[in-house]
């Protein structure tokens, strides 16, 4: 019997937000259990990776970040799905 691999989607997202409210929408994204800030930009960006089990997941946690106070734009950047 051959085992199914698993796998795991992997998204680089780029968050907007306003100069000033750069460090509280960090904040708030890095205390999402599926999301790491990776890098943040003076001007109001965040480059942020969320993991999810499926497609699916991957578009519902985008959704989540769109929908978070004070983000203006969280647009995806790449996307990859990893077997293990």
């Known amino acids: 019997m051959v085992a199914?691999?698993?796998a795991m989607t992997i998204s680089g997202?780029?968050?907007?937000?306003?100069?000033?409210d750069l460090e509280a929408?960090?904040?708030v994204?890095?205390?999402?259990?599926?999301?790491?800030v990776h890098y943040?930009?003076?001007r109001g960006r965040l480059v942020?990776?969320?993991e999810a089990a499926d497609v699916d997941?991957?578009?519902e946690r985008l959704t989540q970040l769109q929908?978070?106070?004070?983000?203006?734009?969280?647009?995806?950047a790449q996307y990859c799905i990893d077997t293990h």
């Open 4 to 6: 199914k691999a698993k």
């Open 13 to 20: 997202i780029v968050v907007a937000c306003r100069p000033e």
């Open 48 to 50: 942020v990776t969320i």
């Open 67 to 76: 929908n978070l106070p004070r983000v203006l734009t969280a647009d995806l």
């Open 57 to 59: 997941q991957s578009i």
């Open 29 to 36: 994204v890095d205390a999402l259990a599926w999301a790491d």
């Open 25 to 27: 929408t960090g904040r």
């Open 40 to 42: 943040t930009d003076p």
